[in-house]
């Protein structure tokens, strides 16, 4: 059975700070701004915020390529801002989590100034150099940003290594120096009273120190390298030394962002034992829809799989450990245009997948937008995309005589910017985002979707949301509760029970826009069920078992009962 923790009973709320709301008109969303939002995000009930990163950074990766991680980069704010947030938050009982970007810094960062500013340098051996072979790179390993993963450096004759831009260079995690660098300013941040983090790509900082080549024709997908730089054997020794000196001395939440690992390898992270992390970011459920080439390669995704890793990950990390149960961040595009419906049914399959996130076993994570319903966008032209992946992956598609219309649709359906268009707060000229020019222009149906018109709805995804953050608080069972998936084979329906002392949960969801029949087993054995939650108003209160025995759920209907 699972311990209790603050975090487990928690509703994380992302925000993308640059996007979310601006308070003086440049255009950016700031700190400011959040605070002008925190009675929303009450109202809302969440009590978790991550933020992502605000610190020091000349954005060239949206703040993932720090700078200085003790100072609030310019356009975000200052440090008073920064505290009256953290205040804001703490008056009205909810936590902050922080982004943790500790695998690189930006190339600006003072350490890599003084690093590549010659071969004795004390902080040199803060990064990963090494000298060309043959005139070339010292390895084969690709960015994941497209390109070499190593960068030349002519003042030093030398190449870094970096697994995403140039201007992120790799930290060199073998330097106990960089090591006790990073925990000290981890102390400091949660001395300010910060009371989490989330860990970007975690699962990546500690490198094979051999750097050998990837075999070509790399069996493992996506990244050629990746097998000597993700979970390589000293990680794990990384993480539980970060846990000595700085996790174990507070009360935190961490959650640890992590591919390349399956539920059984989650285990090693996440057991409470183990004195790791508390939660992982997975990416086996949101990788479905990547092809063999990864992820600019469309593939269709099927429930079948869907459920299996979900069934496995909440299996596997049922009493010991913690599941993150999220569709959508920043970096994907968004849940209800992925795995929904943004047309016809967008309000029914957002609210379905709503249904599904947050009557799991774990702790839900809602990304800025998702509790309205916001969709994937389709700029005109690459003018308006500003993402760095995006961008990169245009410009080499290009170059490779790629179809131009070809390019445009994978970026419809697969860009980050997707996720990071201005959130839509009401009708007014750029949905009440910024009284400026935005950084990234709003979706044209910000006069349809935004969160003045669904404050006012009452069948609206917000008030939806509203409702299922309320019954978690309510039920301990939605929580805690153990899971038995039903119906496995079932190619249209995702369906479940949650139980937790005597109480039972049963949901229903049609993943799909057809209509489905569903046929309760013959083992679930109950004289009548009490309706939570519905996505259709005119759902009937309360069901007897017989009537179960064959029901017909409507396109993307999503039902939850109590059993009795
Ligand atoms: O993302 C890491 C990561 O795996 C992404 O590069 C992901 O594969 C990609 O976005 C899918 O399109 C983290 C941050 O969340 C991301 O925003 C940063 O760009 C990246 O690390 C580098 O810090
Ligand atoms: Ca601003």
């Known amino acids: 059975m699972p311990k209790k923790k603050w975090w487990k009973e928690s509703v994380v709320y992302q925000i993308y700070p640059r996007s979310f709301k601006d308070s003086n008109g440049d255009g950016t969303g700031d700190l400011k701004g959040i605070i002008s939002k925190l009675d929303y995000l009450q109202y809302l009930g969440v009590n978790v915020l991550w933020l992502c990163p605000v610190y020091r950074s000349p954005n060239v990766d949206n703040g993932y390529d720090i700078s200085d991680y003790r100072g609030i980069m310019d356009e975000m704010g200052t440090m008073a801002d920064w505290e009256e947030l953290r205040d804001g938050l703490h008056s009205r009982g909810m936590k902050l989590v922080m982004d943790l970007v500790v695998n690189h810094t930006s190339d600006q960062h003072c350490w890599f100034l003084e690093s590549r500013s010659g071969k004795d340098n004390p902080y040199r051996n803060y990064y990963i150099w090494r000298p060309g072979k043959d005139g070339k790179e010292p390895n084969n390993w690709s960015s994941e940003f497209g390109g070499s993963a190593w960068e030349y450096d002519a003042l030093t004759g030398e190449y870094y290594l970096h697994v995403f831009s140039k201007n992120q260079p790799d930290l060199n995690w073998e330097n106990k120096k960089v090591r006790y660098e990073i925990y000290d300013m981890m102390k400091w941040w949660l001395d300010q009273g910060v009371d989490g983090f989330r860990m970007d790509v975690i699962n990546m900082i500690a490198k094979d120190p051999k750097l050998p080549d990837a075999p070509p024709k790399d069996s493992s997908p996506y990244q050629w390298g990746g097998q000597f730089f993700i979970n390589s054997p000293r990680l794990q020794y990384y993480l539980r030394e970060m846990h000595t000196k700085v ?252 139980h937790w002392n005597e109480e039972t949960l049963l949901v229903i969801l049609n993943f799909f826009q057809e209509s489905a029949s569903f046929t309760l087993p013959e083992k679930v054995i109950f004289k009548t069920g009490r309706l939570l939650i519905a996505n259709y108003p005119d759902t009937k209160a309360e069901i007897v078992a017989r009537d179960l025995k064959k029901i017909s759920l409507r396109p993307y209907e999503a039902r939850v009962y109590l059993l009795n």
């Not at 939440?253 to 690992?261: A, D, I, L, P, S």
């Not at 009493?319 to 993150?324: I, K, P, Q, R």
């Not at 961008?391 to 997707?418: C, H, P």
């Open 247 to 498: 996790l174990s001395k507070y009360d935190l939440m961490t959650v640890g962002e992590t591919r390349w690992v399956d539920a059984d390898k989650a285990r090693i992270f996440v057991d409470e034992y183990r004195h790791e992390l508390n939660m992982l970011f997975q990416f086996e459920l949101l990788e479905l829809d990547y092809g063999p080439s990864g992820k600019w390669e469309k593939k269709a995704w099927e429930l079948a799989d869907f459920k299996r890793i979900i069934s496995d990950w909440q299996k596997k990390l049922a009493d010991t450990g913690w599941n993150s149960l999220f569709l959508s961040n920043h970096d994907h595009p968004r849940m209800v245009s992925r795995f929904g419906n943004d047309s016809t049914y967008r309000v029914e399959s957002a609210k379905m997948l709503a249904t599904l996130l947050h009557t799991l076993q774990g702790t839900p994570y809602i990304y800025q937008g998702e509790e309205i319903g916001m969709t994937n966008v389709r700029f005109p032209s690459i003018e308006h995309y500003r993402d760095i992946e995006t961008l990169n992956m245009y410009e080499e598609g290009l170059k490779n005589a790629k179809d131009l219309k070809e390019l445009t649709e994978v970026i419809y359906e697969k860009g980050r910017d997707n996720a990071r268009t201005p959130m839509q707060w009401d009708n007014s000229p750029h949905a009440g985002f910024t009284d400026g020019t935005p950084w990234i222009p709003v979706n044209p149906n910000y006069r349809e979707i935004n969160v003045k018109q669904a404050r006012q709805d009452q069948n609206s995804i917000l008030h939806y949301y509203r409702k299922l953050i309320e019954l978690r608080r309510q039920y301990p069972l939605l929580v805690y509760g153990d899971y038995h998936l039903l119906v496995p084979e079932h190619t249209q329906i995702y369906s479940y029970l949650r």
